[in-house]
């Protein structure tokens, strides 16, 4: 028996860990959820809050002001100066960053293991202590005004990029840029903005992650003792849902007198995160237009050898979803060619299948990009908050790893056949005259 | 009484064996450094928590006689422009998801790939036939003699390698200015045996280095890269090396015109100690001390004296005995002149006022600092294995058994490389050092220019 035991004993040493990312989860008694992802590996810690509330939880008549809270938050708070807290992490070699999106707004700072103390503090001042005066609002609103206002009048792409995207998402609320309405915005009420921080002190609007090297008991202590005194000043935010777009072909020369290129956008509406499509559709976005296997790339430049540029954004909301294609070229010829080939290209996609080799580069890479990012502390973080809010679920890592190695041929047909199609399609030409 | 008998220690041990073998995952981690039979060094460590596998592959080169070949091989060898239909090499790094970059140096060249644990075979067969390339041809030769600048500048850190050249052809060629320089005309005069040459003198084993880590086991890995080059021949190795102390350290201010007419871009190069040489890092904390974005001493002084809009970044190469520190400085045509001064001041101030122990703490500590939390990036673990890897030496516990060289600064030290007349930020000589390479429109660059004279280099 005794033997038996023992042999027991060696076979747990030998069966792999089952999570890729090791996370543990609670919450405080105020609301505010805890994702913890301990790795003793690391030498250094992430903390990342992780609001549910984005530019869409904004009351519709100053949709984008919470844009402003991108910079506002690094403002003075009642121990901190004005950028102190970048000042601080940067000396200790650290890194911090934070962003808005519709969706959601994230903040993050990475800093070595021994400090993160001052972290979960300058998180906690952020998050509690925050000074808004109406001067430095005022200030930041026409900063960004300025900056957009700069973009819309000197850049044409940046224009037909906006025109392309409120075409595809047609009524809903992504059609509004994340900045708001620009000849609305040096309207906005200074005491508006001011109420929206509610949005993002709320503790129930809060998922707070802690990855990298850290004491899992210790730290349940310190996180109760800084964050615990929040309190719900406003109404939480709405769990995330699909937005179902309007379809509808459209198409539209615009004729310049001066541009540095010609051009042609095609914009494709594209799957919500919470939408089993995602995944399949992300294999397409790397087939079609990855910088290392762009099928694109390879017909048009290695093939044809055409002068063309290639270049794509994805816009990775979590309600609803846009990819934008760019082609530039000097000659115009060239693109008339490109938007004839583009053409017969997804009409093959909706037809014939991958070859299994393709498939199975899409899907190695889709799979290595994915493990790279889990090097990161803070991607590791980003990545289990979304998850956590989207779904609820812990194993993000595993479920992503399954659903992307499950994918066949005929999954890139049929999400070929619902998302390329003409009527999903919104197409620009930008050409000289 | 049968169970019982089954349970034998041999038994036990066999079963042990087995199991490892189907379930390797927690087996703690093992590194294997090692050479060839035909003169690889190799560095292999398994880190299954990484879940994929990460390996870079560094060529030293032996002779840099035109600069434009080594370029011209990796365009032939890697583009897949030029290599249509797909070469068989390319087909391999693609079935591995061609996850692949390429860092250009002046005398060397680091491949980095990132690959699934299943496709560790394909790995090899991609080592093999890199090593063993038969792929040139006169058509792609052609094709990329005639595209060559487009080729090349579709590179995003090409300013960087032209900076790079320029900077070392100051350094250490100021007799032969034209050695280092990318050719625009000369290139015509290249022909297909330049690069078949070039290829098989310097895309050696004896003249490379693997590091690979992830989720390998590095025994059998070792077994199957030893496997694949057994019939290669037996080479010694030869590097080409810049020494740190042959450098010519005048100050040169060159203009180079692209033909663009974007914002400038400043590259300021220092040459710094190899590092495995304890000075290195003395100067890191003083470039860091001056050149720090946004805490430096330049970075304050820029701001106070109004300059908008600027943005320092560096990043330090490393060659075999030498390293320098490439400073990429963003500042709007008006202000180029006046941030120079403005850093020249910073860099003469050190002798004059010295460098308090206040300030030594801060900026060793955020080296010390960022050296650590950048550890945990699976490429700086790598490149930091390359950088050994220059001074050809395994890895030495020093004398305090400390492996890391930083914790054996010392603030009496440091004030020593201040006064040291050879180094870079040195303070006993009233001589300006430092290659500050200016990309941009040569007319409105000069056309602020009051006290620099530059010189100016056409390169296409």
Redesign the interface.
């Known amino acids: 028996m005794r033997k038996l035991i023992n042999i027991c004993f060696i076979l747990l040493l030998f069966i792999p860990l089952h999570s890729v990312i090791r996370v543990s989860n609670f919450s405080l008694p105020n609301g505010i959820t805890v994702l913890l992802a301990p790795d003793d590996k690391m030498n250094s810690v992430c903390v990342l809050t992780y609001h549910k509330n984005g530019v869409a939880s904004d009351p519709s008549d100053i949709r984008g002001a919470s844009y402003l809270y991108q910079k506002l938050m690094f403002l003075e708070t009642d121990n901190l100066s004005p950028y102190e807290r970048i000042r601080f992490i940067m000396k200790n070699g650290g890194r911090s960053s934070g962003k808005v999106n519709y969706d959601n707004s994230v903040f993050y700072q990475v800093v070595p293991a021994s400090d993160l103390n001052y972290a979960l503090w300058l998180e906690s001042e952020r998050l509690q202590k925050l000074k808004l005066s109406d001067r430095e609002i005022i200030k930041q609103r026409k900063s960004v005004y300025d900056r957009i206002y700069r973009f819309i009048n000197r850049s044409i792409h940046f224009r037909a990029g906006e025109w392309v995207r409120k075409e595809l998402f047609g009524n809903s609320i992504y059609k509004t840029p994340l900045y708001g309405d620009i000849e609305k915005l040096n309207t906005f009420d200074t005491g508006r903005i001011k109420r929206i921080y509610q949005n993002f002190s709320n503790p129930k609007n809060i998922i707070l992650v802690i990855s990298g090297k850290f004491d899992e008991e210790e730290i349940r202590e310190k996180i109760e003792r800084y964050f615990g005194s929040l309190e719900s000043k406003s109404i939480p935010a709405k769990d995330p849902v699909a937005v179902p777009l309007s379809k509808g072909y459209k198409y539209e020369n615009w004729m310049r007198e001066v541009i540095p290129e010609n051009f042609i956008l095609i914009g494709l509406r594209a799957p919500s995160k919470l939408s089993l499509d995602y995944t399949y559709f992300k294999l397409l976005v790397y087939y079609l237009l990855d910088e290392r296997t762009s099928k694109l790339k390879r017909i048009f430049k290695s093939n044809l050898k055409m002068d063309v540029d290639i270049s794509f954004d994805f816009s990775n909301n979590i309600g609803a979803n846009s990819l934008l294609i760019k082609i530039s070229s000097k000659k115009r010829a060239e693109l008339e060619r490109v938007r004839f080939y583009i053409k017969r290209l997804f009409e093959m996609l909706m037809t014939d299948r991958l070859t299994t080799s393709e498939l199975r580069t899409m899907k190695s890479l889709m799979e290595i990009d994915f493990l790279k990012n889990l090097t990161m502390p803070e991607k590791i973080s980003l990545v289990l908050a979304e998850n956590y809010h989207m779904s609820g679920n812990l194993d993000y890592g595993n479920m992503f790893l399954k659903r992307v190695r499950k994918i066949n041929s005929f999954d890139i047909v049929r999400i070929s056949k619902k998302y390329l199609r003409k009527e999903n399609t919104v197409i620009l030409n930008v050409f000289s005259k | 009484m049968y169970f019982q008998n089954s349970?034998r220690p041999r038994s036990?041990i066999i079963?042990?064996f087995i199991?490892?073998i189907?379930?390797p995952?927690?087996i703690p981690g093992q590194a294997l450094e090692q050479t060839t039979s035909k003169g690889l060094r190799t560095n292999l460590i398994k880190d299954p928590?990484?879940?994929?596998i990460h390996a870079e592959i560094v060529i030293y080169y032996s002779e840099i006689s035109d600069p434009a070949v080594p370029y011209l091989t990796l365009m032939n060898i890697f583009d897949?422009?030029i290599?249509?239909p797909q070469s068989g090499l390319l087909n391999i790094l693609?079935?591995?998801?061609?996850?692949?970059e390429i860092d250009y140096k002046l005398d060397h060249l680091i491949i980095k790939i990132?690959?699934?644990p299943a496709?560790v075979n394909q790995f090899v067969n991609f080592l093999k036939s890199l090593y063993n390339y038969r792929g040139f041809s006169l058509k792609k030769f052609n094709y990329s003699i005639k595209n060559f600048w487009d080729l090349f500048t579709k590179k995003n850190e090409w300013k960087r390698i032209i900076a790079a050249q320029i900077a070392f052809n100051r350094l250490f060629n100021q007799d032969h200015p034209e050695q280092f320089l990318l050719p625009g005309k000369k290139l015509g005069r290249l022909n297909l045996s330049h690069i078949r040459s070039f290829h098989k003198k310097n895309y050696t084993l004896p003249n490379s280095y693997l590091t690979v880590q992830g989720d390998i086991n590095p025994y059998v890995l070792f077994g199957l890269i030893e496997k694949a080059f057994r019939n290669f021949k037996n080479l010694k190795a030869s590097y080409s090396q810049f020494r740190y102390d042959h450098y010519k350290s005048d100050r040169k201010v060159i203009i180079v015109d692209d033909g663009s007419n974007g914002n400038p871009i400043i590259y300021w190069i220092d040459p710094l100690p190899p590092s495995d040489n304890i000075d290195h890092h003395h100067n890191r904390i003083i470039n860091n001390i001056l050149f720090g974005y946004?805490?430096g001493r330049i970075s304050r002084s820029a701001s106070s004296s109004g300059i908008k809009n600027f943005n320092i970044s560096w990043v330090i190469h490393h060659h075999r005995n030498i390293s320098v520190v490439c400073k990429k400085i963003r500042v709007g045509y008006r202000d180029i002149e006046k941030f120079i001064m403005i850093a020249d001041n910073a860099i003469s101030k050190l002798g004059v006022g010295r460098i308090s122990r206040k300030e030594y703490l801060?900026s060793y500590?955020?080296?010390?600092?960022?050296?650590?939390?950048d550890?945990?990036?699976?490429e700086m673990k790598a490149g930091e294995k390359i950088a050994r890897s220059f001074s050809g030496k395994k890895v030495k516990e020093s004398k305090t058994g400390q492996k890391n060289p930083l914790k054996e600064l010392s603030y009496e030290d440091f004030s020593r490389i201040l006064s040291d007349p050879s180094g870079s930020y040195n303070v006993n000589r009233n001589k300006k050092k430092g290659i500050i390479i200016i990309f941009g429109n040569p007319s409105l660059v000069k056309k602020y220019l009051r006290n620099i004279k530059p010189e100016i280099i056409k390169i296409r």
């Not at chain 2, 500590?365 to 939390?373: A, D, G, L, P, S």
């Open positions: 349970l036990i079963l042990i199991l490892a189907i379930f995952a927690n928590s990484l879940m994929f897949a422009q290599n249509n693609f079935k591995m998801g061609n996850d692949v990132n690959f699934l496709d946004p805490l801060d500590n955020y080296v010390f600092q960022k050296e650590r939390i550890s945990d990036n699976y």
